[in-house]
């Protein structure tokens, strides 16, 4: 069984940063393929960023390329998400989640692929 809190969500103004962690329990973290995903009100949960085991993939939506960072460290049990030059339409709860060899299965974008999640933490971005 793997647990998974995330933190580091908040209120920010257009064009500043966050950084979210999402710290994992159990066993086998560094197994574990570790994927971000988001879900604002009213629309359905969306992919943001993959990041494979041994940290060498990444992958990201093409809404947050250039602006987002996925890392990790397995000594920690966790993972980031560095958020820079938000926009309001990042505003969204966010999700993160672990899986085994997903970041190879269509580029981590599946969340059904996903077989542990974290309760989210909400990011608001204010224009």
């Known amino acids: 069984q793997v647990q998974l809190v995330e933190s580091g969500g908040g209120l920010v103004q257009a064009g500043g940063s966050l950084r979210l962690s999402c710290a994992a329990s159990g066993r086998s973290f560094s197994s574990y393929d570790m994927g971000w995903f988001r879900q604002a009100p009213g629309k359905e949960r969306e992919f943001v960023a993959v990041?494979?085991?041994?940290?060498?993939?990444?992958y990201y939506a093409d809404s947050v390329k250039g602006r987002f960072t996925i890392s990790r460290d397995n000594a920690k049990n966790t993972v980031y998400l560095q958020m820079n030059s938000l926009k309001p339409e990042d505003t969204a709860v966010y999700y993160c989640?672990?899986?085994?060899?997903?970041?190879?299965?269509?580029?981590?974008?599946?969340?059904?692929?996903?077989?542990?999640w974290g309760q989210g933490t909400q990011v608001t971005v204010s224009s």
């Open positions: 989640a672990s899986g085994l060899n997903v970041a190879l299965i269509g580029g981590g974008k599946n969340s059904n692929a996903y077989r542990y």
């Open positions: 990041i494979d085991w041994s940290g060498g993939s990444t």
